[in-house]
């Protein structure tokens, strides 16, 4: 296992989303595909699309801002210190409150990272639009719902 190392400074190696930047700081190459980690920040709004994921855990710890999410029929509010856990095969989707918002994100196990590495590349927007995140979960454990 390579031992996860995070440059020092704002942005450094941020994907940009559109709506939110992405920071890796951890990712499946580097943990033996155990878990990633990641840190997002943005905008108001909604940041994805209401997604499922059937192979991975995905959790979120809220660090700034204040967060709506919808897991399955719950509705979430989530502050700082916040801690939300998404079981695999559950509906979700997230909304960041006015003034924005920032994240830790962490998927067991690792490899969803990637599909935000290829998002980057794309139009700006493309994390919020079904047709493209259909066109690449066939790749990817998240799909559209």
Same mark, same amino acid.
């Given at each position: /296992?390579?031992?996860?190392?995070?440059?020092? !400074?704002? %942005?450094?190696?941020?994907?940009?989303? %559109?709506?939110?930047?992405?920071?890796?700081?951890?990712? #499946?190459?580097?943990?033996?595909?155990?878990? #990633?980690?990641?840190?997002?920040? %943005?905008?108001? !709004?909604?940041?994805?699309?209401?997604? +499922?994921?059937?192979?991975?855990?995905?959790?979120?710890? +809220?660090?700034? @801002?204040?967060?709506?999410?919808?897991? @399955?029929?719950?509705?979430?509010?989530?502050?700082? !210190?916040?801690? *939300? +856990?998404?079981?695999? @095969?559950?509906?979700?989707? $997230?909304r960041a409150a006015p003034g924005g918002g920032r994240l830790l994100t962490l998927?067991?196990? !690792?490899? $969803?990272?990637? /599909?935000?590495?290829?998002?980057?590349? /794309?139009? =700006? %927007?493309?994390?919020?639009?079904?047709? *493209?995140?259909?066109?690449?979960?066939?790749?990817?454990?998240?799909? =559209?719902?």
């Amino acid at each position: /296992m390579t031992h996860p190392t995070v440059p020092d !400074g704002p %942005g450094s190696d941020a994907l940009d989303l %559109g709506i939110v930047s992405l920071r890796l700081l951890a990712t #499946a190459e580097q943990t033996n595909d155990a878990f #990633a980690v990641g840190e997002f920040s %943005g905008e108001e !709004g909604p940041w994805t699309v209401p997604h +499922v994921h059937q192979r991975t855990e995905e959790s979120f710890y +809220v660090l700034d @801002g204040a967060f709506s999410f919808t897991v @399955g029929s719950e509705e979430i509010q989530a502050g700082p !210190g916040s801690f *939300v +856990v998404v079981p695999r @095969g559950t509906s979700h989707v $997230l909304r960041a409150a006015p003034g924005g918002g920032r994240l830790l994100t962490l998927w067991v196990p !690792g490899g $969803l990272e990637a /599909m935000f590495v290829e998002l980057s590349r /794309m139009p =700006p %927007g493309s994390l919020r639009d079904p047709e *493209v995140r259909r066109a690449i979960s066939a790749r990817f454990d998240s799909v =559209p719902t």
